[in-house]
């Protein structure tokens, strides 16, 4: 029987249901050497690896090499191997497929598998492949949440209702803080390595150690699941878009680590949720709102990644060619005075995480709006986040967030200014920058960065139809030449 070689984002029981052999892992250090990740992401992986082998026990051979071919070579005999997870891992593959015998077994760990989503693509003919059509298609087809063949509530999509911003006079949202893994041998192993490699030089690491947060077992992830839809998924849907500086966590499912390390399938997290509203314990939005992230946008941004090929990372439409500046790129918090940045670059650096409107609003918006290449950002998100992924970032920054693609992904630029924040978090009261004002010493950065955005990317937009209202009200500024000049007197000085 051939040796099933999996890698560490493939740790889950359906990874090996098929299989009853032997199983490789390898833990190679030149991946960490070459690229500088958050530290307790190299936490996360490894203690996720090494837990997964010791669960194998004598049927798992766990190689630690310096690369992945060092530890093929010492492997006999042939090998299966799962559809990887990057460009980079698949040519790997490719690469060693002409020189030793290996079955290349389809995709897991999505709910729509490759060949039902060139149907689905094949079948839009020449209209656009939207992520709303592609998760009605994959509701339908699965079975999630239905009523017959109609959804269930009859609308396939709830998130008119689950846009309400932060609730006012609040420091937290309400539920409890969420149930965290209890760390072991193997994590305090991990952490005596990499505070070695670090010693030593081999490595440097991003942001700051800490208990680990995120599921790094099967069980973990099980009860992780459990305790989001007993205590914060009820309360998801309604301020799923919301930010409360005080309240890392919110109704959040922290399920996106463990899903991407290959512990959780997409298919099990959505019918636990389905049972959960068909209880009665989990009101429709919520529950709606949870599984068309998980079985609609983590698989639309997966198929894409495969779908758009390896030259789409490159993208760069609307030429955005400045360079991180080193106090983003390392994570300085304290560099800036803006309350929402320097917050969210804390949480970033404190926990390797925040939930999706800081990375896209916060993050995102404030890169596109200083014109920062989209490769480096994508890079920088990858590396500084634990549950980021080539395939996950490549479409949710150049795509999503930056806009690089031209349009192919998203039908406007997710650009804002300081109004929204002020709306939809509650970071602007304790700010010594007014999000009402663009020009001045306390100016908000977002607010005057919007409209030198709008003014740089004026040409390249003027064919969106989406924001022709907003390239409009560039005509109606009488200070916009003295935007323009104080922006350019910022550079990439730290707001």
């Avoid at 440097?204 to 839809?229: I, K, N, Q, S, W």
């Avoid at 399920?255 to 099990?268: Q, R």
């Avoid at 983003?328 to 925040?354: I, K």
């Amino acid at each position: 029987m051939p040796v099933r070689w999996i890698f560490g984002d493939q740790l889950g029981p359906h990874f090996l249901d098929d299989h009853d052999g032997d199983v490789l892992l390898v833990e190679s250090r030149r991946v960490f050497a070459r690229r500088v990740f958050h530290r307790q992401k190299a936490h996360l992986v490894l203690a996720a690896m090494r837990h997964r082998a010791a669960e194998l026990g004598a049927r798992c051979r766990y190689a630690r090499s310096d690369t992945y071919r060092d530890a093929l070579e010492e492997t006999s005999g042939p090998l299966q191997v799962i559809h990887p997870t990057s460009w980079a891992a698949v040519d790997l593959v490719q690469r060693i497929a002409r020189e030793r015998d290996i079955e290349r077994l389809p995709a897991r760990g999505f709910a729509t598998g490759k060949d039902e989503f060139a149907r689905w693509a094949a079948s839009r003919g020449e209209r656009r492949l939207l992520l709303e059509d592609f998760y009605r298609d994959a509701r339908g087809r699965l079975g999630v949440l239905m009523h017959g063949d109609r959804p269930e509530g009859g609308r396939w999509n709830l998130d008119a209702e689950n846009r309400e911003p932060p609730p006012k006079g609040k420091a937290r949202l309400g539920p409890p803080e969420p149930r965290w893994p209890v760390e072991d041998e193997i994590d305090e192993q991990v952490r005596s390595d990499l505070d070695r490699w670090e010693r030593d030089g081999d490595v440097r690491f991003l942001g700051r150690d800490g208990p680990r947060r995120f599921a790094a077992t099967r069980d973990e992830a099980l009860a992780a699941l459990e305790d989001f839809v007993e205590h914060r998924l009820p309360l998801f849907g309604p301020h799923e878009d919301a930010v409360l500086r005080g309240d890392s966590w919110m109704a959040h499912s922290l399920l996106s680590a463990p899903l991407n390390l290959g512990l959780l399938d997409p298919v099990e997290v959505v019918e636990r949720a389905e049972v959960a509203y068909r209880s009665g314990s989990v009101p429709l939005q919520s529950a709606e709102g949870f599984v068309r992230q998980v079985i609609g946008w983590r698989d639309y941004v997966w198929h894409l990644y495969w779908h758009l090929g390896q030259d789409y990372r490159h993208l760069n439409r609307l030429d955005a060619r400045r360079q991180l500046p080193d106090w983003f790129n390392e994570l300085d918090a304290d560099a800036t005075e803006a309350a929402c940045l320097r917050d969210t670059l804390a949480e970033v650096r404190d926990h390797g995480w925040v939930h999706h409107i800081p990375r896209l609003m916060i993050l995102g918006n404030y890169a596109a709006q200083q014109g920062w290449r989209p490769d480096e950002l994508t890079d920088w998100f990858h590396r500084a986040f634990v549950d980021g992924y080539d395939w996950v970032m490549v479409p949710n920054v150049v795509g999503m967030s930056q806009h690089a693609d031209g349009g192919i992904m998203a039908t406007k630029p997710y650009v804002s200014g300081g109004a929204y924040l002020n709306r939809m978090t509650d970071h602007c009261g304790g700010c010594r920058f007014d999000p009402r004002k663009r020009v001045g010493e306390d100016a908000c950065p977002f607010t005057a960065g919007y409209w030198a955005y709008l003014d740089r990317n004026r040409q390249s937009l003027s064919g969106n139809h989406r924001m022709m209202r907003a390239l409009s009200g560039l005509d109606r500024l009488t200070d916009l030449d003295a935007l323009i000049a104080q922006e350019k007197r910022h550079g990439s000085d730290p707001p």
